[in-house]
């Protein structure tokens, strides 16, 4: 069965640099959510969309900014990267937002140097 | 504040062995409770999901349990193995006022399983 889809696995960025994450859910999914986990972490929510729109916001800095568009993959934007900035950032997709079930991706590992 | 906390937080135990980890929760309003596996540097995979009428709920060696009055949680492994080895998370759920599930994860309890 396919899987949520995360691009890249890895990703080495400087600081100040700049970083996009992508993220395709499982087929027929309209919802997409981020999360952020730091070493021996527990994942932080970070944004989530429902039919393109955003439809909830966690702890996102404002250096970051993620969109979903009309295949419903989506995209999250990082600025001004910190040292802090990495971790293994998760996308996981679910039917929709009342969804009991969310699908998580493999994740994208960034480290900031 | 919502908080899901979980015990212990690491174990390690011997292959065959049995083991029961704990979740503590003051998540509101409560809509479902999950238990995830966790891989090193991989994604969480769900185990089991509870809603509030649910006490008990199985997936293969796993049994998780719920008492919503408690706001408690344990999931039990039954007959380990090697490849139970991982990051198991408590992840309570709460709808907020549009609809949606906001999950609030727990701290999780890292296993380790010995041969």
């Known amino acids: 069965a396919a899987g949520v889809i995360q691009s890249p696995r890895h990703l080495i960025k400087e600081k100040r640099e700049t970083a996009t994450l992508k993220c395709y859910p499982i087929?027929?999914?309209?919802?997409v959510y981020w999360y952020q986990q730091g070493p021996g972490q527990d994942p932080q929510f970070l944004i989530s969309?429902?039919?393109?729109?955003?439809?909830d916001k966690g702890s996102i800095p404002d250096r970051f900014s993620a969109q979903q568009f009309s295949d419903y993959h989506s995209e999250l934007n990082m600025s001004s990267l910190e040292l802090g900035d990495s971790a293994l950032y998760f996308c996981?997709?679910?039917?929709?937002?009342?969804?009991?079930?969310?699908?998580f991706g493999p994740g994208t590992r960034l480290t900031v140097t | 504040k919502n908080q899901v906390e979980q015990s212990p937080q690491s174990l390690i135990i011997l292959e065959g062995k049995n083991c029961t980890l704990q979740?503590?929760?003051?998540?509101?309003?409560?809509?479902?409770l999950r238990w995830y596996k966790q891989d090193t540097g991989r994604g969480p995979v769900s185990l089991t999901i509870?809603?509030?009428?649910?006490n008990t709920k199985s997936n293969g060696r796993y049994t998780a349990t719920l008492d919503a009055d408690t706001k408690q949680s344990s999931l039990h492994i039954t007959a380990s193995q090697l490849s139970d080895s991982a990051s198991y998370i408590c992840?309570?759920?709460?709808?907020?006022?549009?609809?949606?599930?906001?999950?609030?994860f727990g701290t999780g309890t890292r296993l380790l399983v010995s041969p």
């Open positions: 996981a997709s679910s039917t929709d937002p009342s969804s009991y079930e969310q699908y």
């Open positions: 087929p027929r999914h309209d919802t």
């Open positions: 969309f429902y039919e393109k729109m955003q439809s």
């Open positions: 979740c503590n929760y003051t998540v509101s309003p409560f809509s479902n």
């Open positions: 509870m809603t509030f009428s649910e």
């Open positions: 992840v309570v759920s709460a709808t907020v006022n549009t609809g949606f599930q906001k999950l609030v």
